[in-house]
């Protein structure tokens, strides 16, 4: 039997585990004292759904089963948010200047901010869906009293007008949602994102 962890191979012995179910019980038995928690699981490279995952942990280890986990910690959550703290700042500056970006004709400094942007807000949706899974260090974490849910709901209102502007071209309006709305938003989710 193979096990892969993020990509690895580890040198895993069995004990007592006869069956795919047992290992995977055994596994996350150690992740939980680790504060790290599965996310995917693939037997035999196939990636193995919530639906088949009764059937499957069923079946009996053979010599040749390989068993890869994707796993994620709450200290990878932290350092990821962390990351994305000081890029949230660093954003809420270029924000700033986006209206000087088109004024000034630096329309690829400008678009490049803006797929930075899209970028980050992706990055710090995805950290925040996995820091659900760690309630006890970040369930109570708030960005000006309000929780992430909340706080992007408001935000996506922002994103979906900054939106609308780039498709319509509004250069000015899109200067004025960056500077005014975006921006300061960025600042008050970076203070939260020190973790």
Do not use: W
């Not at 990821?80 to 949230?88: I, L, P, S, V, Y």
């Amino acid at each position: 039997m193979e096990i892969y962890v993020n990509g690895s191979k580890i040198d895993a012995h069995l004990e007592d585990e006869k069956t795919i179910g047992d290992v995977l019980k055994s596994f996350e038995a150690e992740c939980a004292r680790s504060k790290a928690t599965t996310v995917n699981i693939k037997i035999d490279d196939r990636n193995i759904s919530p639906d088949e995952f009764d059937r499957v942990i069923l079946q009996e280890l053979e010599e040749n089963t390989k068993i890869e986990f994707t796993v994620v910690s709450e200290e990878n959550v932290a350092m990821a948010f962390r990351k994305n703290r000081d890029f949230c700042l660093k954003m809420a500056e270029k924000m700033k200047f986006l209206a000087g970006y088109f004024q000034s004709g630096n329309d690829k400094e400008a678009n490049a901010t803006i797929t930075e942007l899209a970028d980050l807000i992706d990055d710090i949706c995805h950290c925040a869906s996995l820091s659900a899974l760690f309630p006890d260090r970040f369930g109570n974490m708030r960005v000006k009293g309000k929780t992430f849910s909340e706080f992007f709901e408001d935000f996506m209102e922002v994103l979906k007008d900054f939106e609308n502007a780039i498709e319509s071209k509004d250069t000015v309006l899109m200067g004025d949602l960056g500077e005014y709305e975006i921006s300061p938003r960025l600042e008050q989710l970076a203070k939260t994102l020190e973790v």
